[in-house]
């Protein structure tokens, strides 16, 4: 059974940085694709960041140059980096892992930037 725990959110001034940390036990981790998401008041969950087990990464336009995901296969942990934070970064975030097509989604962490 894999788990998925997402820590580190919390309130940010315009600006600043935060770092998100995905906790990841279970499966073989460092075969996964693992993924940072995010979700709006009133919106759908929409991918952020994506990094593969050669640590090849992609981001939407909207944060690159700003965010920066990572992982550690010895630790099993996936983490993004968020710097330059806007308002509009504002949300919940969920690290999500696809083991071999199978999705795990952990239970999120709220980030809010805000003066």
């Known amino acids: 059974q894999v788990q998925v725990v997402e820590s580190g959110g919390g309130l940010v001034q315009p600006g600043g940085s935060l770092r998100l940390s995905c906790k990841v036990s279970g499966g073989i981790f460092s075969r996964a694709v693992l993924g940072w998401y995010r979700q709006r008041q009133g919106g759908g969950r929409v991918p952020v960041a994506t990094i593969w087990s050669n640590h090849t990464t992609v981001y939407i336009h909207a944060v690159e140059g700003r965010f920066a995901i990572s992982r550690n296969n010895a630790e099993n942990t996936v983490d993004l980096q968020m710097n330059s934070l806007k308002p509009e970064d504002t949300a919940d975030y969920y690290c999500?892992?696809?083991?071999?097509?199978?999705?795990?989604w952990g239970r999120g962490t709220h980030v809010t930037v805000s003066s």
């Open positions: 999500q892992v696809d083991h071999s097509g199978m999705i795990y």
